[in-house]
T-cell receptor, first 110, second 118 residues
Framework: EDKVVQSPLSLVVHEGDTVTLNCSYEVTNFRSLLWYKQEKKAPTFLFMLTSSGIEKKSGRLSSILDKKELFSILNITATQTGDSAIYLCAVDNAGNMLTFGGGTRLMVKP | GAVVSQHPSWVICKSGTSVKIECRSLDFQATTMFWYRQFPKQSLMLMATSNEGSKATYEQGVEKDKFLINHASLTLSTLTVTSAHPEDSSFYIC??????????????FGPGTRLTVL
């Protein structure tokens, strides 16, 4: 059975801090790993990672995948209160389904 | 980017009634749509995969007779919660896959439907 585990479950930081969110997975027929940000409604797409070692960046957010060790990290630098959300990691297998991790709830305090 | 809409966004119903939720891809054709359920403070759980013109594939533990899925066209999938009970109260989210499977495997999510069963 495919499994995606995220850590930590919850995180509280102050504005300006840097955070690292972790996602490990066990999936048959791995195709890609995706990161999403969920605020009040449905998740919004952040990154899709398919290759090991290639960092993807978007502003203060970046992510990298390690297919040998089966994990990915999502970094957020200089955090802002608007970064407060649940961050979801999901893995896409060759069956074209997404298996989601439990999410990391991030709260950024002013 | 691709836009997916859901209707209604919020519904309250009495126990025992049926509720239909629509998921539409607005500017693309989606051969595959997915239905997820999310309970408070939990992650998204895949309920079923809906392919246009064929029967939906349900995940283990999801009752296909209770959660009826119809994918009648390339832009519309519906989820009907039959004889809803309070424990069915949840946030239901659909997503649609863009493009041929060999080209893109990205899913775009609808805004979700919050169902409350009294």
């Amino acid at each position: 059975e495919d499994k995606v585990v995220q850590s930590p479950l919850s995180l509280v930081v102050h504005e300006g801090d840097t955070v690292t969110l972790n996602c490990s997975y066990e999936v048959t027929n791995f195709r890609s790993l995706l990161w999403y940000k969920q605020e009040k409604k449905a998740p919004t797409f952040l990154f899709m990672l398919t290759s090991s070692g290639i960092e993807k960046k978007s502003g203060r957010l970046s992510s990298i995948l390690d297919k040998k060790e089966l994990f990915s990290i999502l970094n957020i630098t200089a955090t802002q209160t608007g970064d407060s959300a649940i961050y979801l990691c999901a893995v896409d297998n060759a069956g074209n389904m997404l298996t989601f991790g439990g999410g990391t709830r991030l709260m950024v305090k002013p | 980017g691709a836009v997916v809409s859901q209707h209604p966004s919020w519904v309250i119903c009495k126990s025992g009634t049926s509720v239909k939720i629509e998921c539409r891809s607005l500017d693309f054709q989606a051969t595959t749509m997915f239905w997820y359920r999310q309970f408070p403070k939990q992650s998204l759980m895949l309920m079923a995969t809906s392919n246009e013109g064929s029967k939906a594939t349900y995940e283990q533990g999801v009752e296909k007779d209770k959660f009826l899925i119809n994918h009648a066209s390339l832009t519309l999938s519906t989820l009907t919660v039959t004889s809803a009970h309070p424990e069915d109260s949840s946030f239901y989210i659909c997503s649609a896959r863009v493009g041929p499977l060999a080209v893109s495997n990205e899913q775009f999510f609808g805004p979700g439907t919050r169902l409350t069963v009294l």
